[in-house]
């Protein structure tokens, strides 16, 4: 008997923690007769087990076929183990061990419906309970101090399990068994809403909350990885005052609703957005308006055709929404629409870091909060709401962070440890381990000494995560940036070498290490702005990668930047340099008479003072909308170009424009069209012809200068634009040309570092 019974070491390594992966392979084994061991480790799980060879091998291949829901596995490696003294009978979950890191904790996830059931029903224990969750469901990353992920490593700590919640915990049937964060409103955390001054408010939490948000008032409400700022959706004054009190003037909100039908009151749903809402990772979604949105959400997201919406992903949350529709048992009320809007924002006042803390709360946001749902489970680590929007290729990023971060990017080579810090605006940072890429959570845009501590808090946390030291440092050409600063300081503390990657480079190699794509590619990148390497501004480039190198193919015709990086944030001084370039210099001061500016500009032009020259992308759609009067002022960053954007997308097709660009000495001139958008009069209808005729024009450029090219790498911000994206994808497929999209990572800055840590791979290993 004891010649037909093997035993094997075996190694699972990827999202394997806190994701119920143990009590999986308890189950698993028990079914199989197996006996053996398993345990966390620093590494990832690590399993010992004997029984019949037969059994033994349909373990090791249902590891990864089978695996929990949140599991993300990587690899499964066996190796034969010394005899143990296993009968065949037991398989038990033993202790974790440290050790060198090897593994990452898992992203945070929505509620499962499972402990949902449980908080809508009056009977269970946990009824009305802010905190329910099991190995399917629940905080991970964000409440995690450490690996391997157990319960003292966690913010549950200090919250010691109750008999009842204990023996959940070590049930094998139970779906918390070795649930680290499980508890209960006798051993769990606990809510409290206090006022502007901390002290405690009467009344059930819940209750009262949702009072003083149909009053009117603004409430901070303690989430995952941060407090939001809530108000009613549909109180035109509360968002107002929200605004005012925030210095949020014209930028869109999020709005919560309870769930998709609920959604469909305000937005039109297209094929696969319902499912888009509903994923455990919760990302708010950009779904196009209906006629009546903005008169049922006034001033929630003005002038846009896209309204953020986002569902609950927290017990607290659905709580709020299951008060609202007067506490109802069971599940059946989340099928129904439900009256409730709330604006969820990013409680982190003046562009700095979310707020996290209760004290931190009660200063940071005094003020601006009227009242603060607050509760005594601590957050670890800061992480933003993910904000995507569906595309013909699938969900695309516009900001990557909760429910995303940490997970890995598999890379197709492996090497040292590269350690990644981003740009200026929208920063993230990145760190490689073998050959996955770990970017971090939003940073957010490092023009505030808080954002750029957190950067650096980020860095530190990362390196400590995944249990590695850099071999090198990547950062962005500009001198001037926080993150290129603290690379340079952060490589000499250390003795390491620097690498510095251009801009429009990066964001090509972002797309190219997430599709896995070595050697040679043609990448157009098209965003705002990025230091070339020859020092001037660029952002509309055509581009040959090669690894660590790249090769400028062409780029946009310059246009002046009058005032230098002020035009970035006023479209009327980029439609001014386009009067200028036509000759048309003396329309600049009466064009734009409401720009006490305007006269200095045109003066500055005329005699080419501070006006450096771009090739950038996002500086022609400013022009555009500055000609089309529909925005002189930016408000936020991109806010021109989505308003562009929307406006093309009402008015609809339209016939690309004859002789609207030239291409000479591998330059793309576009002046042709904004000539003729400078005396258009209907803006709409301009924003529809500049769209299509900036389509053509592209697709002419890539086939003039590479035209057996079979694919390209579209990268940038500009390529968050889907009107300009879904007519070049299918522009370029009619001449037999594949566009390769950002899906992983945002086509924006975000993706930048991922990018940089691509190249500096590259760089270390050779190609």
Not at 10 to 37: H, K
Not at 148 to 166: A, E, G, H, N
Not at 257 to 274: R, Y
Request: proline share 6%.
């Amino acid at each position: 008997m004891a010649e037909s019974v093997v035993c094997q070491n075996i190694r699972v390594s990827g999202v394997v923690q806190g994701v119920g992966f143990r009590p999986f392979v308890w189950r698993l084994a028990r079914e199989l007769g197996l006996g053996g061991w398993v345990r966390n480790d620093s590494r990832g799980v690590e399993i010992e087990v004997c029984g019949a060879a037969e059994q033994v091998k349909s373990l090791i291949d249902r590891l990864e076929q089978e695996a929990p829901p949140l599991a993300r596995v990587s690899g499964v490696v066996a190796r034969a183990a010394a005899p143990a003294a296993h009968d065949g009978r037991e398989f038990v979950i033993i202790d974790s061990r440290s050790g060198r890191v090897g593994t990452m904790i898992g992203h945070d996830t929505a509620v499962c419906r499972d402990c949902l059931a449980e908080t809508f029903e009056p009977s269970n224990r946990r009824w009305r309970y802010a905190f329910s969750n099991c190995t399917n469901c629940g905080p991970r990353y964000t409440i995690s101090r450490g690996l391997p992920y157990d319960r003292v490593r966690t913010s549950l700590k200090p919250f010691v399990m109750c008999p009842k919640c204990q023996h959940e915990y070590r049930k094998p049937e139970d779906r918390r068994f070795h649930a680290e964060a499980n508890c209960c409103p006798k051993c769990g955390p606990q809510l409290r809403l206090v006022d502007a001054e901390g002290q405690p408010l009467p009344g059930d939490p819940l209750a009262a909350t949702l009072a003083l948000l149909r009053a009117g008032k603004i409430v901070a409400i303690k989430g995952l990885g941060g407090f939001h700022l809530a108000c009613d959706a549909r109180n035109a004054v509360a968002v107002a005052l929200l605004r005012e009190r925030k210095q949020r003037d014209e930028k869109p909100f999020v709005v919560m609703l309870a769930n998709a039908a609920s959604a469909a009151m305000f937005v039109q749903m297209g094929i696969g957005e319902p499912g888009l809402l509903t994923l455990p990772t919760r990302p708010a979604i950009l779904i196009k308006k209906r006629g009546n949105c903005d008169a049922a959400l006034p001033g929630v997201a003005p002038g846009l055709s896209w309204l953020g919406v986002m569902l609950p992903y927290t017990p607290l949350q659905f709580l709020l929404f299951h008060e609202a529709a007067n506490r109802p048992p069971g599940l059946g009320w989340l099928e129904r629409a439900q009256d409730l809007a709330l604006v969820m924002t990013s409680a982190n006042p003046g562009g700095e870091p979310l707020v996290v803390g209760n004290n931190e709360a009660l200063l940071r946001l005094y003020g601006i909060a009227d009242a603060f749902l607050t509760h005594d489970r601590d957050i670890v680590t800061r992480c933003d709401d993910s904000v995507a929007r569906i595309t013909s290729g699938g969900l695309q990023f516009i900001r990557r962070a909760r429910g995303y971060t940490p997970r890995a990017i598999k890379l197709p080579i492996s090497g040292p440890s590269v350690l990644a810090v981003g740009g200026w605006f929208k920063n993230t940072i990145c760190v490689t381990r073998g050959d996955e890429a770990f970017v971090s959570q939003h940073v957010g845009d490092l023009d505030n000494a808080a954002v750029c501590d957190f950067l650096e808090e980020n860095v530190a946390q990362m390196v400590k995560l995944l249990g590695v030291e850099p071999a090198i440092v990547a950062h962005d050409l500009h001198p001037d940036f926080h993150s290129t600063r603290f690379a340079a300081e952060f490589a000499e503390q250390r003795r390491l070498p620097l690498l510095g990657v251009q801009h429009h480079h990066a964001h090509a190699a972002a797309v190219l290490a997430e599709h896995g794509m070595q050697g040679k590619a043609l990448a157009l990148s098209l965003d705002g702005v990025g230091v070339g390497s020859d020092g001037a501004a660029w952002g509309g480039e055509l581009l040959r990668v090669d690894g660590d190198s790249f090769r400028r193919l062409g780029s946009l015709a310059p246009l002046a930047l009058p005032g230098g990086d002020r035009a970035a944030s006023e479209p009327w001084r980029m439609a001014a340099a386009v009067l200028h370039r036509l000759g048309r210099n003396k329309e600049i001061v009466e064009r734009y008479a409401a720009q006490q500016a305007a006269p200095a500009v045109a003066q500055m032009l005329a005699g080419n003072v501070n006006c450096p020259p771009t090739s950038s992308m996002g500086r022609i759609f400013d022009a555009a909308a500055g000609l089309l009067g529909i925005k002189a002022v930016m408000a936020y960053e991109g806010q021109a170009a989505m308003l562009l954007e929307g406006m093309a997308q009402r008015y609809g097709d339209v016939l690309p424009l004859d002789l609207g660009w030239k291409i000479s000495q591998g330059r793309l001139d576009l002046l042709p069209l904004l000539a003729v958008l400078a005396d258009e009069k209907n803006p709409e209808r301009g924003a529809a012809l500049f769209h299509a005729t900036l389509i053509a024009a592209l697709a002419d450029w890539l086939r003039t200068l590479v035209p057996d090219e079979e694919a390209v790498v579209g990268s940038g911000g500009c390529f968050l634009n889907q009107v300009l994206v879904s007519g070049l994808r299918t522009r370029l497929s009619a001449q037999g040309m594949r566009l390769i999209e950002a899906r992983q990572v945002p086509p924006n800055d975000g993706g930048l570092s991922v990018g940089q840590a691509w190249v500096a791979l590259q760089h270390l290993v050779g190609r």
